[in-house]
């Protein structure tokens, strides 16, 4: 802090008889400050809501998906391409190659049940 001379002046200035005072500064009060909490807690609450972090997520998780079968399909393409008489199936069935040591991917785990009345 500076006095009207713009010399240096400290917070502590002496007093009568070797007696030191505080000077006090103005500053926030607790009241003041709460408030200030408040507002932005509600501001943060209001951006939490219109971004909504869950559907902006999902649609990463769309894109990659939409992505990932744009990418099979460029595959199929260039394969019918290089191989115009290779059968991928008919209108019903479609023939796909998962990588497996057996004739009748036995030794693939973890894979989804077909539903009912779908035959092989």
């Known amino acids: 802090m ?3 001379q713009g010399e240096f002046v400290n917070n502590v200035t002496p007093a009568k008889a070797g007696v030191q005072s505080v000077k006090f500064l103005r500053s926030f009060t607790l009241v003041e400050l709460l408030i200030v909490i408040a507002i932005l807690a509600v501001l943060a609450a209001a951006v939490v809501i219109v971004l909504n972090p869950a559907e902006l997520l999902a649609q990463a ?3 990659q998906r939409i992505s990932d079968v744009n ?3 460029s595959a199929v393409d260039i394969f ?3 191989n115009p008489s290779a059968s991928l199936g008919t209108a019903n069935r479609v023939y796909i190659s998962i990588p497996d040591t057996s004739a009748t991917c036995a030794n693939i785990t973890g ?3 077909l539903p009912g ?3 092989i």
Request: no cysteine.
């Open 2 to 4: 500076r006095d009207t």
């Open 61 to 63: 998780r769309d894109s």
């Open 71 to 73: 990418t099979v399909k």
């Open 80 to 82: 019918i391409v290089d």
């Open 111 to 113: 894979l989804p049940t």
């Open 117 to 119: 009345g779908v035959g």
